[in-house]
């Protein structure tokens, strides 16, 4: 039996009988297959990973340590222009409160299992990735009591957020959490980098503890698109899963922190972050969720784009959306598409029938160019 016919989602209780505490997953599928080979492969990933654990864990936080409220002249002076105390305070309350959710995100992945039979993910979600982020909310809950934050309302606002419904809308097969997880972790690992090295310029040692904790995010970030990868390339028609995630993507923080997720692209901005490096980021993230496939970037980056238009997409864009789901020319149209992305990213071609190719498509390549001018396809 060349794939799995064990399918959830054709014949699945309610979400509310499966998950009745603080997770809701919006919607299901029918066409996730993936073959046993497939399978095997990421549960020996993730047997490795649990056998052989990567990096060093963030550890617990000693909240009498070092105690002391900071100067707040100091403080100001090291915020970068623009951004007030108040303004780099939510910064860190939306990790406290989204990062304190570990396990109401956890039902999600649970929940996958129940649908499409994914024991390799619920293994990975229990016996790594759960022990791991348990341990990330306490830094940041350390800095904003040195703040003068009080542990009252602080432990208030950790257990509302841990009793909020969490409503997981960017699917639910085993191949979108994992996308939806790099993408994820990608955000938070920039988020907390940011963070982090503002707050090293008044607390080092504070400012270290909340770094460790972004370079947990970075791992996951590898793990989820190491399996994303298997499971695409056992299955290419997964990648259409794929591009349903992109487009559905919200961070979790939209459900515990709405008022300060909605101002996070000017949060970022204010910290120093380039949204350039970030977007280069999510590329490199879907390129690998594509298996570097430039073909399949391409499709998906002009649905994206067009998706994200919608009645306001340039003619050409439109014309390009139809052409790619055309057998005929669909190839040559996603190739060109896929190589605009490259450009973007600053690709350089490597071998000759990539440069041949290259110089032949420049004139194309600069029209779509034009098109797309200032539109984002992450993001």
């Known amino acids: 039996m060349p794939y799995q016919e064990e399918m959830g989602s054709c014949n699945i209780p309610s979400v509310d009988s499966l998950i009745p505490q603080r997770a809701v997953v919006s919607y299901s599928r029918a066409d996730y297959r993936i073959s046993e080979e497939a399978t095997r492969k990421c549960e020996a990933y993730v047997q490795d990973l649990i056998q052989h654990p990567q990096g060093r864990m963030v550890g617990s ?5 070092d105690r ?10 090291v915020l970068p222009p623009g951004l007030s105390e108040q303004q780099f305070a939510n910064v ?3 990790s406290v409160t989204t990062e304190a959710a570990t396990d109401t995100y956890a039902q999600v992945f649970h929940e996958s299992d129940r649908r499409y039979g994914a024991k ?3 293994r990975l979600t229990d016996h790594v990735w759960v022990p791991d982020e348990t341990e990330h909310s306490e830094p940041f809950k ?10 009252e309302d602080l432990n208030r606002r950790i257990r509302e957020s841990r009793e ?3 409503e997981h809308t960017s699917g639910d097969t085993p191949v979108q959490l994992t996308h939806f997880g790099t993408f994820q972790e990608h955000l938070t690992d920039n988020w907390h980098g940011f963070a982090g090295f503002i707050v090293k310029r008044f607390d080092p040692r504070r400012g270290r503890k909340i770094l460790s904790v972004k370079k947990r995010e970075t791992l996951h970030t590898m793990w989820y698109g190491d399996l994303t990868e298997i499971l695409v390339a056992d299955n290419p028609e997964l990648r259409y899963q794929v591009t349903d995630t992109t487009k559905r993507f919200r961070m979790p923080g939209n459900n515990y922190a709405p008022e300060v997720e909605a101002v996070s692209m000017q949060l970022i901005s204010l910290m120093g972050g380039d949204f350039r490096k970030i977007e280069r980021g999510l590329v490199r993230i879907m390129s690998g969720s594509y298996c570097d496939n430039i073909e399949y970037l391409g499709e998906a980056v002009i649905d ?4 994200k238009a919608g009645q306001e997409s340039p003619m050409p864009l439109k014309l390009a959306r139809k052409l790619s789901q055309t057998p005929a020319v669909g190839r040559v149209v996603n190739l060109i598409a896929g190589q605009v992305v490259q450009q973007r990213e600053g690709f350089k071609p490597a071998t000759p029938g990539e440069r041949i190719f290259w110089e032949a498509t420049s004139p194309i390549r600069s029209l779509v160019s034009q ?8 993001g």
């Open 92 to 94: 860190l309350l939306l």
């Open 142 to 151: 350390d800095v904003l009591l040195v703040m003068g934050y009080a542990e």
């Open 61 to 65: 936080v000693d909240f009498d340590e």
């Open 164 to 166: 909020k419904i969490y």
């Open 371 to 378: 098109t797309t001018e200032g539109m984002n396809f992450v």
């Open 304 to 307: 994206l784009l067009a998706e």
């Open 68 to 77: 002391h409220l900071i100067d707040k002249a100091k403080l100001r002076d």
């Open 120 to 122: 390799w993910l619920v």
